[in-house]
């Protein structure tokens, strides 16, 4: 005797069809996926965050040379490749 709520009306899942009980459980898992990838993606945005930090600090004293290079703080907030 699960129930699910939908547009804010609770509704009892053995009332529902076998394709209907497998759609919900189609999106339970849909849900649970795009939590995942999203955190996954604040890991990969934070990792980004600290190599940029790092290749500043790396870079950080290079200055530019005579060959026109461009200082390290030219780059704004994003370093694209």
């Known amino acids: 005797m699960a129930k699910v709520k939908i547009d804010n009306k609770e509704y009892e899942t053995d009332d529902f069809t076998a394709e209907l009980n497998a759609q919900i459980t ?3 898992y849909v849900d649970a996926e795009l ?9 990969m945005q934070t990792a980004r965050t600290v190599y940029s930090g790092a290749i500043r600090e790396s870079l950080e004293g290079l ?10 703080e030219d ?5 694209e490749f």
């Open 26 to 28: 189609s999106l339970k």
């Open 35 to 43: 939590r995942r990838l999203q955190a996954q993606m604040a890991v």
């Open 63 to 72: 200055g530019t040379s005579d060959s026109g290079d461009v200082l390290i």
């Open 75 to 79: 780059l704004g907030e994003n370093i």
